[in-house]
C-alpha cells in the first residue's frame, strides 16, 4: 500500500462491526467500476495466491453476486453477495454468506452485511466499508479465519491494478 493514502482497519467490539476507510490511486468512476463489474472484481477480490471466479453476476437491487475463492490447489470457496440497495457512484449494500456452488447458504457459517460508501477526494476515489455481523462470535470467527489480512491483501490488489492503469498516481 502506498504510504500517502488513507487506510484504516477499525474492529467495534460492542456493536459487531468491522469499519475499513481506504482511498485509491483512481478517480471515483473507475473505484466504482472496480467494485460493480464481475470481470474487475475477480482481479482484484481474492488474496494472493488465490484468485476470485464469478460464476453469476446481477449488479442490480435483489441480484446476486455467486463467487468462488479458488485455492492454489485448485480447492473452491464459495460465497454469495446479494444485492440489497444500490446508489449509483455513492453506495452499495448487500448481504454475505459463505454457499455452495449453486448459491444455497452454509447456516453454519457466519452471515455479514455489507455497507460501502464512495466518495472523492482530490481525484482520489475513497471507499468506506462497513461489514455488521450477527453476534460478536461470528465477528471473531471471521477474524480468527484470517479476514483483516485477506480483504487487507485484496485491497492491495486493487491499489495495484489501479497504479497500473493509470501511472501518474
Given at each position: 500500500?502506498?504510504?500517502d ?13 468491522v ?20 470481470g474487475i472484481l ?43 440497495k ?21 447456516p453454519?457459517m ?11 477526494e ?13 453476534s ?11 479476514f ?8 492491495d ?11 501518474q498516481?
Open positions: 500500500m502506498t504510504k493514502l488513507i487506510f484504516d482497519f477499525t474492529v467495534n467490539e460492542e456493536n459487531n462491526t469499519s475499513v476507510q481506504r482511498e485509491f490511486p483512481a478517480n471515483l468512476e473507475t473505484v466504482w467500476d472496480a467494485w460493480t463489474k464481475a475477480d482481479q482484484w477480490w481474492a488474496p494472493q495466491p488465490w484468485r476470485a471466479q464469478t460464476k453469476h453476476f446481477n449488479f442490480s437491487e435483489g441480484g446476486m453476486w455467486l463467487y468462488a475463492m479458488i485455492g492454489p490447489e485448485n480447492e473452491k470457496h464459495w460465497s454469495k453477495a446479494e444485492y440489497d444500490i446508489k449509483e457512484k455513492r453506495f452499495i449494500s448487500w448481504s454475505d454468506a459463505f454457499c455452495d456452488e449453486d448459491g444455497k447458504e452454509n453454519e457466519p452471515h455479514s452485511f455489507w455497507t460501502i460508501i464512495f466518495s472523492e482530490n481525484g482520489h476515489g475513497m471507499v468506506d466499508v462497513t461489514v455488521q455481523y450477527e460478536s462470535a461470528d465477528m471473531e470467527g471471521q477474524l480468527n479465519m484470517g483483516k489480512e485477506g480483504f487487507t491483501m485484496g485491497l490488489n486493487l491499489e495495484e491494478m489501479l497504479k497500473e492503469k493509470d501511472p498516481f
